[in-house]
């Protein structure tokens, strides 16, 4: 079994990667940003409460992403292994995913940050807006407010993952593919 933490930038390609990692190691992919869209499209209390805190770039309350993850973690025990994306974003969000993998007996294995130069990221989101009809993709503004958020609030969860020995960086520039080799690598490393 393998627990990956998956981290980055929004527009780094973390949901990519995902797709990409979840096939070639069948395992389990969590993305809670889906999760949460997918409340707001079906209009659920949770994706009602979520829509204001996504149109502004702002980050999802960590209790109810932190609920949404315990509940998952405690009906996939069984599972390969899981690749988390999007998730921890804070570090108090770090601090309870530990707990909640010990409660049920499992860890994080480690983090692999892709890293991406910011006009890289602003220009890739601004690219997928146009076909993701997501509104927090479309603006520039809330695009480099998502940034100084995830700067402020989010990178800062390296430093958590770097001080257990499990934080791996990896240049996300580059083709698809030279980016699935290096994170591939990292993982394949780990597992030896």
Same mark, same amino acid.
């Given at each position: 079994?393998?627990?990956?933490?998956?981290?980055?930038?929004?527009?780094?390609?973390?949901?990519?990667q995902?797709?990409r990692?979840?096939?070639?190691? *069948?395992?389990?992919?969590? @993305?809670?940003?889906?999760?949460?869209?997918?409340?707001?499209?079906?209009?659920? $209390?949770?994706?009602? @409460?979520?829509?204001?805190?996504?149109?502004? %770039?702002? &980050?999802? +309350? #960590?209790?109810?992403?932190?609920?949404?993850?315990?509940?998952?973690?405690?009906?996939?025990?069984?599972?390969?292994?899981?690749?988390? #994306?999007?998730? +921890?974003?804070?570090?108090?969000?770090? $601090?309870?995913?530990?707990?909640?993998? $010990?409660?049920?007996?499992?860890?994080?294995?480690?983090?692999?940050d892709?890293?991406? +130069?910011?006009?890289?990221?602003v220009?890739?989101?601004?690219?997928?807006?146009?076909d993701? %009809?997501?509104?927090d993709?479309?603006?520039?503004?809330?695009?480099? *407010?998502?940034?100084?958020?995830?700067?402020?609030?989010?990178?800062?969860?390296?430093?958590?993952?770097?001080?257990? *020995?499990?934080?791996?960086?990896?240049?996300?520039? %580059?083709?698809? #593919? $030279?980016?699935?080799?290096?994170?591939?690598?990292?993982?394949?490393? &780990?597992?030896?």
């Open positions: 079994m393998i627990n990956i933490v998956l981290f980055g930038a929004p527009g780094c390609g973390k949901g990519t995902a797709a990692l979840k096939e070639h190691y *069948g395992i389990e992919h969590v @993305s809670t940003g889906e999760v949460i869209r997918g409340h707001i499209n079906r209009g659920t $209390e949770l994706g009602n @409460s979520m829509k204001s805190y996504i149109a502004q %770039g702002k &980050l999802a +309350p #960590d209790e109810v992403v932190i609920g949404m993850i315990a509940d998952y973690v405690a009906s996939h025990k069984e599972v390969k292994g899981c690749i988390y #994306d999007g998730f +921890p974003r804070t570090t108090a969000q770090a $601090e309870a995913f530990d707990k909640i993998m $010990e409660e049920n007996g499992l860890s994080v294995d480690l983090m692999v892709i890293q991406v +130069p910011e006009e890289e990221l220009k890739r989101i601004l690219l997928r807006g146009k993701s %009809g997501r509104a993709d479309a603006s520039e503004e809330v695009i480099r *407010g998502r940034l100084d958020v995830y700067h402020a609030q989010t990178a800062v969860v390296a430093d958590f993952y770097t001080k257990q *020995g499990k934080y791996f960086s990896v240049d996300g520039f %580059g083709t698809m #593919d $030279e980016v699935f080799d290096r994170i591939v690598k990292v993982i394949d490393s &780990l597992k030896k």
